[in-house]
T-cell receptor, first 115, second 116 residues
Framework: NAGVMQNPRHLVRRRGQEARLRCSPMKGHSHVYWYRQLPEEGLKFMVYLQKENIIDESGMPKERFSAEFPKEGPSILRIQQVVRGDSAAYFC?????????????FGPGTRLTVT | AQTVTQSQPEMSVQEAETVTLSCTYDTSESDYYLFWYKQPPSRQMILVIRQEAYKQQNATENRFSVNFQKAAKSFSLKISDSQLGDAAMYFCAYRSPTGANSKLTFGKGITLSVRP
């Protein structure tokens, strides 16, 4: 059973370009979470999605960031007009159900570098 | 909103010795879950141990155990017989039991080094 897949693993973008990060949850998981890790920091929650629905986007910056989890295909985190401050590691996690005790399985992360 | 605090940025332990990593949290909820995650240099997040707040018994997983003090809102991780492979960043995390608040709230982490 494959784990959570994220691609690309490394992404370099110039300021002003768009970044698209992809996350394929574990088989059978319909709950996806995105977290951002700035250098020397812990992970910060961004958004929680179920298939075709955004459940909680309280951690998402109001501008330039969007996320989706379509009925078919991976979840996408999209960052428009990237700035240097967007440079970070972005982690996706998935779970089978949404109860607190259910483990969130993390992907390997995408390291975004904005030059 | 819940907060998680890890006040020690770094710790060091001799191989085969025991080390305790501290974590405190703040919440108004009575039921919740607490976790310790390990992040080695590969950056992959690995679940080390989980504690349900309604359970009085401290969780254990092989060489890893926790000291959960609900009244004090303290959740420390004890690593016994430390091994070189334990060197990593360790994050304490909080999670509400259900619903739209099922996100993980992490502390800033602690870097553990193991001396051979």
């Amino acid at each position: 059973n494959a784990g959570v897949m994220q691609n690309p693993r490394h992404l370099v973008r110039r300021r002003g370009q768009e970044a698209r990060l992809r996350c394929s949850p574990m088989k059978g998981h319909s709950h996806v979470y995105w977290y951002r890790q700035l250098p020397e920091e812990g992970l910060k929650f961004m958004v929680y999605l179920q298939k075709e629905n955004i459940i909680d986007e309280s951690g998402m910056p109001k501008e330039r960031f969007s996320a989706e989890f379509p009925k078919e295909g991976p979840s996408i985190l999209r960052i428009q007009q990237v700035v240097r401050g967007d440079s970070a590691a972005y982690f996706c996690a998935s779970s089978l159900v949404y109860t607190g005790g259910d483990e969130q399985y993390f992907g390997p992360g995408t390291r975004l570098t904005v030059t | 909103a819940q907060t998680v605090t890890q006040s020690q940025p770094e710790m060091s332990v001799q191989e085969a010795e025991t080390v305790t990593l501290s974590c405190t949290y703040d919440t108004s909820e009575s039921d919740y879950y607490l976790f310790w995650y390990k992040q080695p240099p590969s950056r992959q997040m690995i679940l080390v141990i989980r504690q349900e707040a309604y359970k009085q018994q401290n969780a254990t997983e092989n060489r890893f155990s926790v000291n959960f003090q609900k009244a004090a809102k303290s959740f420390s991780l004890k690593i016994s017989d430390s091994q070189l492979g334990d060197a990593a960043m360790y994050f304490c995390a909080y999670r509400s039991p259900t619903g739209a608040n099922s996100k993980l709230t992490f502390g800033k982490g602690i870097t553990l080094s193991v001396r051979p």
